[in-house]
């Protein structure tokens, strides 16, 4: 549904604030900055969260929400959607103005990036409403200040990230992009920080990447545990999504609560998707595939 101030303007345009997910996510140090260094394999799903806009004469930057996890999410200043769009206006010391809607289909707080997203899917869409230029290292910076997981939001697709989120690669990893990946959430909301300092500091080696094989052997989450502590209810989705037939892959995403599940066919995820919704109706699922350049 079109943001009412703008359902009649044809320069209406739309992005999609992909879910992200972390195959695995090594955790090997604290950063004397308070951040964490970080090696991740990012992947995106082909569904999220929506952001539409048209641009509006008076300078104004105005923002609504709406979707199935939109209620009690704030549209003022504090919203990374509306941080975004400030912070791309005040670097470019333009005028330009612009009507958004977020239409939130993602849970919120549930560690597949979904106010990352957001927040990167408004920087693409003003950099085409307002038809701007600006160098990708420019918004890349832009991204960053927005939090750790928005430059590699921008661009939404696989890649090997190190740093606290800044250091970003493409990484192909033949037979990952294209396989259909079960999403299930318990209904739980996470503090990312929480996660974090109940993470036990212990290095246990880095990520190798190189091969599906390899990140479902000896990849893992270090937050999968300090946030299982927190909310049990993620060993219960695990668990439901354990012994699935067709089941290639099954861990928790980020700082949780959602975890993802892949499959050799979308016929095994399907299945799986069904089983659970039967078992757990309370429990938000998502049939999806890991999304391609």
């Not at 990952?176 to 739980?188: A, H």
């Not at 990520?207 to 946030?227: K, T, V, W």
Request: aromatic share 4%; net charge negative; hydrophobic share 50%.
């Amino acid at each position: 549904m079109p943001h009412p101030d703008v359902e009649a303007q044809a320069d209406l345009l739309v992005e999609t604030a992909y879910a992200k997910v972390n195959v695995a996510l090594h955790v090997r140090a604290r950063r004397d900055d308070g951040y964490h260094a970080l090696e991740s394999l990012f992947v995106f799903a082909e569904h999220g969260d929506r952001i539409e806009g048209a641009a509006s004469d008076d300078g104004a930057i105005d923002l609504v929400i709406d979707g199935p996890f939109g209620a009690g999410l704030d549209a003022g200043p504090a919203n990374l959607v509306m941080r975004a769009a400030k912070g791309l206006q005040a670097y470019l010391g333009c005028q330009h103005g612009a009507r958004l809607r977020l239409t939130k289909m993602l849970p919120v707080a549930s560690g597949i990036g979904g106010g990352s997203a957001d927040a990167a899917a408004t920087l693409r869409l003003l950099v085409r409403l307002w038809d701007v230029r600006i160098d990708a290292e420019e918004l890349a910076a832009l991204a960053l200040d927005l939090g750790s997981d928005v430059p590699a939001c921008l661009a939404s697709v696989t890649q090997f990230v190190t740093g606290r989120g800044e250091r970003l690669a493409r990484h192909d990893v033949a037979g990952l992009e294209g396989s259909p990946m079960l999403l299930v959430n318990p209904g739980v909301g996470l503090s990312t920080a929480q996660v974090f300092a109940g993470w036990d500091r212990q290095d246990r080696g880095a990520l190798c990447a190189e091969s599906l094989e390899r990140l479902i052997e000896a990849g893992r989450n270090d937050l999968q545990a300090p946030a299982v502590a927190i909310a049990p209810m993620i060993a219960d989705v695990l668990a439901a999504l354990d012994g699935a037939d067709g089941l290639r892959l099954a861990r928790m995403s980020g700082s949780g609560a959602t975890c993802f599940a892949l499959f050799d066919s979308e016929a095994a995820m399907a299945r799986a998707a069904e089983t659970i919704r039967a078992a757990r109706p309370g429990w938000w699922t998502l049939e999806t595939r890991i999304r391609s350049a």
